[in-house]
């Protein structure tokens, strides 16, 4: 099993702001993914993330917007820049192995 | 590439009966995992149940229960004895190790007391 502790939980921030959100997780593991859950919908993954090389993200989802860091095997970071409202949304990290563990998730609303 | 569907947004049931959430999938894969997620409004994700493709034996969790039929592709789960905690988000999810998660839309379920 895993362990994920994410923060924060949840903040309310001005349009043009960036917010970093943070995971850590209690073993080492390889990949760590980024999903955001925008209201009432499903699970959508932003990108993973590799300790050591760059984020691999999905269609729809740019570097410039969403930088993602992954210092170590245990850490990684979301970062959501120059948010506007349509950024409102709950992000979750996750990490798999023969499931996956998520992070308690972050409801960000931008105002 | 894989797809989940979940053709019922929203599902309501009577406490202490049973309700089954339904869920169908596309792969070409032989082996994968399929899970059910219960999102409740705090949004954690829990891991409701989890079903290994290669094992014919329907995963059984105390009052979750799902009937995989691989050949059909479909995974259903099945809630017994439904209680005021079981109204959540329920997610049908595909895994094939290595490869990313595949969610399905999700279904609304209600329980009335």
């Known amino acids: 099993s895993a362990v994920i502790s994410q923060k924060p939980s949840r903040d309310i921030c001005q349009r043009g702001t960036s917010l970093t959100i943070q995971c850590q997780v209690d073993s080492q593991v390889t990949m760590m993914f980024w999903y955001r859950q925008q209201p009432g919908q499903s699970l959508t993954l932003i990108a993973t993330?590799?300790?050591?090389?760059?984020?691999?993200?999905e269609s729809g989802f740019v570097i410039d917007k969403f930088p993602i860091s992954r210092p170590n095997l245990t850490f990684s970071t979301l970062t959501v820049s120059n948010m506007s409202p349509e950024d409102s949304s709950i992000y979750l990290c996750?990490?798999?192995?023969?499931?996956?563990?998520f992070g308690q998730g972050t409801r960000l609303t931008v105002v | 590439a894989q797809t989940v569907t979940q053709s019922q947004p929203e599902m309501s049931v009577q406490e202490a009966e049973t309700v089954t959430l339904s869920c169908t999938y596309d792969?070409?894969?032989?082996?994968?995992?399929l899970f059910w997620y219960k999102q409740p409004p705090s949004r954690q994700m829990i891991l409701v149940i989890r079903q290994e493709a290669y094992k014919q034996q329907n995963a059984t969790e105390n009052r979750f229960s799902v009937n995989f039929q691989k050949a059909a592709k479909s995974f259903s789960l099945k809630i017994s004895d439904s209680q005021l905690g079981d109204a959540a988000m329920y997610f049908c999810?595909?895994?094939?190790?290595?490869?990313?998660?595949?969610f399905g839309a999700g279904t609304i379920l209600r329980v009335k007391s």
């Open positions: 993330a590799n300790q050591g090389s760059e984020a691999t993200y």
């Open positions: 999810a595909y895994l094939k190790y290595g490869n990313k998660l595949v």
């Open positions: 996750s990490v798999e192995r023969t499931e996956a563990f």
């Open positions: 792969t070409s894969e032989s082996d994968y995992y």
